[in-house]
T-cell receptor, first 115, second 115 residues
């Protein structure tokens, strides 16, 4: 079945540091890929997504590129802020059929940014 | 877009009781899903709420424990039955739209604590 693997956490950075959170996946066909963010005490928010190979999703300074050849969707940000402290989830939605609309999540990565 | 309202947003429940969570969407959607997020964990799909028929449960989840109703295209309920402390979780409603089902929205979640 489909699966998503995120880098081990937690991740602790200083403000303005460069962020990478690795995400790799296993799926048949061409899934859609997502990054979600969950701020402390809040619900889940879509950060960005990509629906086909080589697509780049971007939002709020975060970027991720759908790499079919390496089955990866790594999240990056050039300069993190304290307000980026949250849990980040990589997820995929399978390519149609019974997978329509369903998400498979990675284990989540806790990011803490210090001033 | 779709706006999802969940009720209750938070609750503290007694062991052995049951609680019903409501999910209301501001537009008609075909696909609705229920997820569980246990403390410090990722999200796991409980079931697909099918309009006019029985829900489709994922492995490890059963109808007796998590009965689901879907009377129309904008509303669904999830009941957590005979609760134990292990059921303390965030329960999230999700809908998917668009031709490929990869436009996915989440409610704010229902944060349940069982004592």
């Amino acid at each position: 079945g489909d699966s998503v693997t995120q880098m081990e956490g937690p991740v602790t950075l200083s403000e303005e540091a460069f962020l990478t959170i690795n995400c790799t996946y296993t799926a048949t066909g061409y899934p859609s890929l997502f990054w979600y963010v969950q701020y402390p005490g809040e619900g889940l928010q879509l950060l960005l997504k990509a629906t086909k190979a080589d697509d780049k999703g971007s939002n709020k300074g975060f970027e991720a590129t759908y790499r079919k050849e390496t089955t990866s969707f790594h999240l990056e940000k050039g300069s993190v802020q304290v307000s980026d402290s949250a849990v980040y989830f990589c997820a995929l939605s399978g390519a149609g059929g019974t997978s329509y609309g369903k998400l498979t999540f990675g284990q989540g990565t806790i990011l803490t940014v210090h001033p | 877009s779709a706006v999802i309202s969940q009720k209750p947003s938070r609750d503290i429940c007694q062991r052995g009781t049951s609680l019903t969570i409501q999910c209301q969407v501001d537009s008609q959607v075909t696909m609705m899903f229920w997820y569980r997020q246990q403390p410090g964990q990722s999200l796991t799909l409980i079931a697909t709420a099918n309009q006019g028929s029985e829900a489709t449960y994922e492995s490890g989840f059963v109808i007796d424990k998590f009965p689901i109703s879907r009377p129309n295209l904008t509303f669904s309920t999830l009941t957590v039955s005979n609760m134990s402390p292990e059921d303390s979780s965030i329960y999230l409603c999700s809908v998917s739209t668009g031709p490929s089902g990869n436009t996915i929205y989440f409610g704010e979640g229902s944060w349940l604590t069982v004592v």
